[in-house]
């Protein structure tokens, strides 16, 4: 059963802690997306990943970091740096880093107070 | 960056109506464009992709595009209530970027 996964649905943290999104996916994607979502608002592109072991910025990229370590992992690293981490974080991926298709995981939803 | 408009809604419409949703884009070299469906507190899931001019047909759902104005559309016929979503348009823009540029969306809702 093919697709993208994402850990935790749901996520609170104290403000000035780090936290890892996960990302994973068994498509055999190459290229792999971050984005970001505020309520009622469209998706922001927080970092993107066309091959293993080399990612760019995206908009918004302060505050946050990435890895791709392997093809099927991507993960988001929130910081302390990140002025507003509150949000629904959404990952994605594609089979072409030519960015044809891309399909959404079900999102992590951070909450920090 | 490039933009890309939809109107925010909400669009209402009677169910078995047809629902029309509009997106244009500024940049000129775009070359691929998305629709995604969104529900509440859900990830969008891609409905429709349309890459060169004219009408693309899937089920219920028609995607229209129009390079010289820089405009796409999705039209959804027989509107069920089950199609009340926030729609969401995207765009491959030509800058080089390997990544969409998503609009704000628009909210539709379908009364029974």
């Known amino acids: 059963d093919g697709g993208i996964t994402q850990s935790p649905k749901y996520l609170f943290r104290k403000e000035g802690q780090n936290v890892t999104l996960s990302c994973e996916q068994n498509l055999n994607h190459d290229a792999m997306y971050w984005y970001r979502q505020d309520p009622g608002q469209g998706l922001r592109l927080i970092y993107y990943s066309q091959i293993v072991n080399d990612f760019q910025k995206g908009d918004i990229a302060e505050g946050y970091s990435v890895s791709r370590e392997k093809k099927e992992s991507f993960p988001l690293t929130v910081t302390s740096a990140q002025k507003n981490p509150t949000a629904f974080y959404l990952c994605a991926s594609s089979k072409e880093a030519a960015s044809k298709e891309q399909y959404f995981g079900p999102g992590t939803r951070l909450t920090v107070t | ?112």
């Not at chain 2, 884009?25 to 995604?36: I, K």
């Open chain 2, 1 to 112: 960056q490039k933009e890309v408009e939809q109107n925010s809604g909400p669009l209402s419409v009677p169910e078995g109506a047809i629902a029309s949703l509009n997106c244009t884009y500024s940049d000129r070299g775009s070359q691929s464009f998305f629709w995604y469906r969104q529900y509440s507190g859900k990830s969008p899931e891609l409905i429709m992709s349309i890459y060169s001019n004219g009408d693309k047909e899937d089920g219920r759902f028609t995607a229209q595009l129009n390079k010289a104005s820089q405009y796409v559309s999705l039209l959804i016929r027989d509107s069920q209530p089950s199609d009340s979503a926030t729609y969401l348009c995207a765009v491959n823009e030509d800058t080089g970027r390997r990544a969409l540029t998503f609009g704000s969306g628009t909210r539709l809702q379908v009364q029974p």
